[in-house]
């Protein structure tokens, strides 16, 4: 079943924060997060593992709360760069992904 | 690494013709995913290897799709016959797993358009 995202959409001026939900019906092994940028493939920015590891980006933050089957992605100070979709993709065992249904992200100078 | 390639970058085909999709994953991963992209659908799963060996196929949509791996450092997604209602974009994407997952690569993508 497919995770849900909050919010679909957020628009944010360069320099504010934007925190990105995803949760899930099912327990889960990992948590992935990916930014799209329009008519390009998504590109890794970090995964959680159950038991507390993260790999990914090092400007960018996200939280899993395991008991909740939840995630979140924090961005922090933002820059136009940033604009694009962010999906999570949860994988309730090995690596196999089911994606959310994306957040639009727009920052505007 | 040239990441993961995947051609043709761009199909048009006819309503009922075979169209087939190829991807060369990252050398050294294990894992290859098949994804498609709409906007109604989102990012769907169709197929998942491990090790060349197809591990969950339960995503492809009909017998009309098939996929295989020959070795590791190839795949194919074939449609035959091709519907106006597999116009998508299809991504190959790639990873590993050593000790724990890790992100997945994907491929510039192939926009087919089934007319």
């Known amino acids: 079943q497919q995770p849900v995202q909050s919010p679909q959409a957020v628009i944010l001026r360069e320099g504010e924060d934007a925190v990105i939900n995803c949760s899930s019906s099912?327990?889960?092994?990992?948590v992935h997060w990916y930014r799209q940028k329009h008519g390009e493939a998504p590109v890794f920015l970090m995964i959680?593992?159950?038991?507390?590891e993260q790999k990914g980006h090092e400007k960018i933050s996200a939280s899993f709360n395991e008991k909740k089957q939840q995630s979140s992605l924090y961005l922090t100070a933002s820059q136009l760069s940033y604009s694009g979709t962010y999906f999570c993709?949860?994988?309730?065992?090995?690596?196999?992904?089911?994606f959310g249904g994306g957040t639009r992200l727009m920052v505007k100078p | 690494d040239a990441g993961v390639i995947q051609s043709p970058r761009h199909e048009v085909t006819e309503m009922g013709q075979e169209v087939t999709l190829r991807c060369k994953p990252i050398s050294g991963h294990n894992s290859l995913f098949w994804y498609r992209q709409t906007m109604m659908r989102g990012l769907e799963l169709l197929i998942y290897?491990?090790?060349?060996?197809?591990?969950?196929d339960s995503g492809m949509p009909e017998d009309r799709f098939s996929a295989k791996m020959p070795n590791a450092s190839f795949s194919t997604l074939k449609i035959q016959p091709s519907e106006p209602r597999d116009s998508a974009v299809y991504f190959c994407?790639?990873?590993?797993?050593?000790?724990?997952?890790?992100?997945?690569?994907f491929g510039s993508g192939t926009r087919l358009t089934v007319v």
């Open positions: 993709g949860t994988a309730n065992a090995g690596n196999m992904l089911t």
């Open positions: 290897f491990n090790n060349n060996v197809p591990i969950d």
């Open positions: 994407a790639s990873s590993s797993w050593n000790r724990g997952p890790y992100g997945y690569t």
């Open positions: 959680l593992l159950k038991g507390g």
């Open positions: 099912k327990a889960l092994y990992s």
